[in-house]
């Protein structure tokens, strides 16, 4: 059966610290790949796109690893803050498909 | 540009009641996505509509639930006779192009519907 697996167990880390979340998948063909951030209450939004055929993104103190042979992803905040506190979700659309698919996320906290 | 707006933000029915949650996309965005998110667990597609078509519909469940996008105004999800297991919050996507049509598209989410059953 189709799986994405997210680390269930929060993430705790200190600030300054950099925080790396896991998302694996099996039985799917991704075109790409996505992370999006979650607040409590909160609707997701989008952090970072990395396609098939890359292997790394990076936006500012994000970065984002895809490894097709292995079947994940990795995550990366670099000078975490506490405000980088919440649920990231790794999401993927699989080849031939029109909809996203979505893991059930990993809480981060950053503490002072 | 106010985003993705659903409303209402928080709805309670009583069992056997309708619930009606709408959607409007963000400005220039013709895709509409629904999807339910239950606590503990993760966000599940629903169903994926474009302007008077439903693309993908795998996701609902086969009984109470609709959804629709008219030509005119807002996307409606529907769930009629509501039970205590409909409760959870329901969220709405835009984008403005076909998932995967140009191998890159982001959704951009609304705040979400909270549906309480009583």
Known sequence: ?????QNSEALNI?????????????????AYLQWYRQDPGRGPVFLLLIRENEKEKRK???KVTFDTTLK??????????????ATYLCALLNSGYSTLTFGKGTMLLVSP | NAGVMQNPRHLVRRRGQEARLRCS?????????????????GLKFMVYLQKENIIDESG??????????PKEG???LRIQQVVRGDSAAYFCAS??????????????????SRLTVL
């Open chain 1, 1 to 5: 059966s189709q799986k994405i697996e």
């Open chain 1, 14 to 30: 200190q600030e300054g610290k950099t925080a790396t979340l896991t998302c694996n998948y099996t039985n799917y063909s991704p």
């Open chain 1, 60 to 62: 500012e103190r994000l």
């Open chain 1, 72 to 85: 994940q992803s990795l995550f990366h905040i670099t000078a975490s803050q506490p405000a980088d506190s």
């Open chain 2, 25 to 41: 996309p963000m400005k220039g965005h013709s895709h509409v996505y629904w999807y339910r998110q239950l606590p503990e667990e």
């Open chain 2, 60 to 69: 609902m469940p086969k009984e109470r639930f609709s959804a629709e996008f």
């Open chain 2, 74 to 76: 807002p996307s409606i």
């Open chain 2, 95 to 112: 984008s403005p192009l076909r998932q995967g049509a140009d191998g890159a598209n982001v959704l951009t989410f609304g705040a979400g």
